[in-house]
């Protein structure tokens, strides 16, 4: 057990925190760390940062060098977060692109395909959107109905998903559609990459319980894409989604527990303006939240170090998405204790607008991050059943 | 950054597990329990001179092996893995610590050698009967005459106190309050004027004492009046190791229940199958997990001894009080009925996670000491 950087960590970090103290000036430095993987707030400075970040290949980090990544390891990455974090840079836009698809792209797809779009990512010039709910298809993803059919260089896509984020905003959707019509569950999905921008596709929004709308319905009626572009072979699409889910619940998400920290800060600035960090509920809820938050941080890196060590993750890593989800939404209604009866007002100037503060913002975000990514109660299946070795569930048409 | 440990300290755990396994299986906790002293003497010989556990993080110039917090924890885990009935925790992390801690170069050469060989059973007496964690509960008083030192007061809830050779006393000197005037004793299990009760204890397998001071004559440790800093870092440190100890068994009830999960059945499956069941082992596993994590940095902090120390014992012992208790009343209900008999063992581990969780402070107090260190 050490915790302190070796030579050539600390090293990376000057370097991180050089380059950061060079760039993250003006506009940059101005917007801080508002937003995030589904806030849209300011959206066009971030995606000039974003592309300043992929110009000098801090986008696709961890990639190998021929990808145009700096190859960097697990406690890079770490370092490269917590830096940024400390910097209180602007929230990153490419969640979908660098931490789910292009994984997976590196696992799963052909060196032409890796060509094709990875330098796009790491250039900001294709944004991503991710196609796997539909309205029969939320915990239970297998039910995938939305088809593909081969037309001569084609597949030709029909369906619909749901709660896509940011599809407004992206340029491809990586989209689990159904290959073979006479298959059922997990069996005969494939992995498509899709254009967003053509006639096929129609968005519509989603407002969600705080105002905005992040989230989408996405229709595909006739949605065409070149029949190369599937990821992993045609029939096995599950088992590619799955590796995305794998990164979504794991890894991807390891950078949040530094935003987080800057959460905490803020609203311990508030309890002290308001008073409210003299009550003793609030001071023993703020404490509760603290210790949570660094407990996420220890098990991230006990995580991480079996990641680097074993080549696996430890059962930590299965309760990452299960454990701050949950700490998330104690927080936010922590935050709501902490505003007191100036929560019951959205826009403190009053006409018909529906603006969240900060803390309100938590308090409602907070409700959909226990269900996306696999709800709550779905971790706690994988935990019990690939963790734990407890039996499954009988399912309709099994005996028991 | 690396957080792990290492192929030595495995190693360790393995060995310290397969001794206790052997030494201390749930037949000698029972037969333990039900005694007044509460443990085994040749099993405490032999855990000194087979195993050398006591002399384990005491200083190589004290007569220790000088290993560090790290591997004092881990051998606290499997402790707290088997219910070891033992003055293990008293003699070698509150006493052990506290001499560390408090004693001039001269102390430490005399008393810390005795314990390290486990020739010497030690504990710290500091909780009164008015049962406050913080230093306000000190009441004892300290008084000089003509350069020797006597204690008069009461101290309750002395792990071992009834059985020790060697206690080390918390007290003040006359008219002080708060953190000033603490001051750290010794005192001869024997010595005249100390009358030692021992105490029915609700956790049956870790054994407490009553000990009344009546003008007993005591050897300053340390300097008197100034012991605060010394007394602040012991408490640290023994929440510390109380939260490694704890997971111990907060992973044995773990995998009681998961077992049972597995082998039970009713309405024609393993209860296991059901996610009533499944769903709480998941939230045990959680909880079990992230309390190992707490535990094992704040060990790293301790071995250290850098300035987290006192922000992540607070933390620690706040999280690893709850998440072991949660998961030994979990245990009881998975279990259904056969979990509430006093032949089932699940009792043993609810009633250790709760006087643990009690012990130091519970979570609420430790929030609030968390609370003040970080600034809230």
């Known amino acids: 057990m050490d915790f302190h950087d070796t030579p050539s960590e600390a090293a ?66 770490i370092i490269f977060n917590e830096e940024y974090a400390r910097a209180n840079a ?4 490419s969640f979908f692109g660098e931490g789910l698809f292009a994984p997976t792209l590196i696992q799963f797809g052909t060196e032409e395909q890796k060509r094709r779009f990875l330098p796009r990512i790491q250039a900001v010039e294709e944004l991503w959107c991710q196609g796997f709910s539909e309205p029969n298809a939320g915990s239970d993803l297998a039910n995938i109905q939305t088809r593909a059919v081969l037309d001569g260089d084609e597949w030709v896509i029909s369906g619909q998903k749901v709660w896509t984020t940011l599809a407004h ?76 889910l794998g990164f979504e619940r794991g890894t991807a998400f390891l950078s949040s527990q530094l935003g987080f920290e800057r959460e905490f800060a803020d609203l311990l600035d508030l309890a002290h303006k308001t008073g409210a960090a003299s009550d003793p509920v609030v001071r023993d809820e703020l404490a509760a939240r603290y210790v949570g938050l660094k407990v996420m941080r220890y098990n991230g890196m006990r995580m991480l170090t079996n990641l680097v060590q074993r080549g696996v993750a430890g059962p930590e890593a299965s309760i990452g998405k299960l454990y701050w989800t949950t700490w998330h939404r104690a927080f936010g209604e922590t ?63 099994e005996t028991s | 950054m690396n957080f792990a440990f290492s192929e030595e300290q495995e190693e360790l755990r393995r060995t310290v597990r397969q001794f206790l396994e052997a030494k201390s299986p749930e037949t000698e906790v029972r037969r333990l329990m039900e005694t007044t002293e509460g443990y085994d003497p040749s099993v405490w010989k032999q855990m000194g001179q087979e195993l050398g556990l006591q002399s384990i993080a005491v200083p190589e110039a004290y007569g220790g092996q000088g290993f560090t917090f790290i591997e004092l924890c881990i051998v606290l885990e499997e402790m707290g893995r088997v219910l070891l009935c033992a003055p293990y925790y008293s003699s070698v992390v509150l006493a052990a610590n506290a001499i560390l801690n408090a004693g001039t170069e001269e102390q430490k050469q005399a008393l810390l050698p005795g314990i390290a060989s486990g020739d010497t059973i030690a504990t710290l007496a500091f909780t009164e009967p008015n049962g406050k964690w913080d230093v306000t509960g000190i009441t004892l008083e300290a008084t000089e005459q003509g350069g020797s030192w006597s204690l008069s007061g009461e101290k309750m809830f002395v792990l071992d106190g009834h059985t020790a050779d060697l206690i080390v006393v918390v007290a003040r000197t006359a008219g002080t309050s708060g953190t000033d005037g603490i001051s750290f004793f010794t005192v001869r299990g024997d010595a005249d004027g100390l009358t030692r009760t021992p105490l ?20 300053p440790l340390g300097e008197p009046g100034s012991g605060w800093p010394a007394y602040s870092k012991t408490l640290d440190q023994a929440a510390i190791a109380l939260a490694n100890e704890m997971m111990g068994g907060a992973q044995f009830v773990l995998d009681m229940s998961v077992q049972y999960a597995k082998d039970r059945v009713q309405f024609g499956r393993p209860i296991g199958s059901f996610q009533a069941i499944k769903h709480k082992c998941a939230d045990m596993l959680l909880e079990v997990e992230s309390g190992k994590s707490a535990a094992y940095y704040a060990a790293w902090a301790a071995a250290e001894d850098n300035d987290e120390v006192p ?23 998975i279990h259904g009925g056969i979990g509430f008999t006093w032949e089932h063992p699940a009792h043993l581990y609810f009633k250790r996670a709760k006087s643990s969780e009690i012990f130091l402070g519970d979570a609420t107090y430790h929030r609030e000491l968390l609370a003040q260190r970080i600034g809230i």
């Open chain 1, 12 to 77: 990376f970090r000057e370097e991180v925190r050089a380059w950061l103290a060079e760039h993250l000036t003006g506009d940059f430095a101005a917007l801080g760390s508002v937003g995030g993987p589904s806030d849209e707030t300011g959206w066009e400075t971030r995606v000039e940062w974003e592309k300043l970040l992929g110009r000098d290949r801090w986008v696709g980090l961890s990639w190998p060098a021929e990808y145009g990544g700096r190859g960097a390891g697990v406690p890079e990455q």
């Open chain 1, 169 to 244: 905003r992206a340029d491809w959707i990586f989209v689990l559609c159904r290959t073979d019509p006479e298959s059922r569950g997990h069996h005969g999905l494939s992995y498509l990459l899709c254009p967003m921008r053509q006639d096929g596709i129609e968005i519509r929004p989603l407002r969600q319980m705080t105002g905005s709308a992040e989230f989408n319905e996405v229709f595909f009626d006739g949605a065409r894409t070149a029949r190369d572009n599937v990821l992993g072979p045609v029939g096995q699409g599950w088992k590619v989604a799955m590796a995305t």
């Open chain 2, 311 to 333: 922000v992540v014992s607070a933390l620690a012992k706040a999280y690893c009080s709850e998440a072991y208790f949660h998961a030994a009343a979990e245990n009881i209900q």
């Open chain 2, 200 to 219: 029915s204890t609700m956790d049956m397998t870790r054994k407490q004492a009553k000990l009344e001071f009546s003008g007993v004559a005591a050897e």
């Open chain 1, 90 to 93: 602007p929230a990153r836009i």
């Open chain 1, 335 to 397: 935050a709501l204790r902490v505003l007191g009866a100036d929560a019951l007002v959205v826009a403190r100037a009053g006409g018909g607008t529906y603006e969240p503060g900060p803390q309100q913002q938590v308090f409602m975000a907070s409700r959909a991050e226990t269900i996306y990514a696999g709800s709550s109660e779905i971790q706690k299946n994988i935990i019990g059943e690939r963790v734990l070795g407890l039996p499954r569930e009988p399912r309709q048409g």
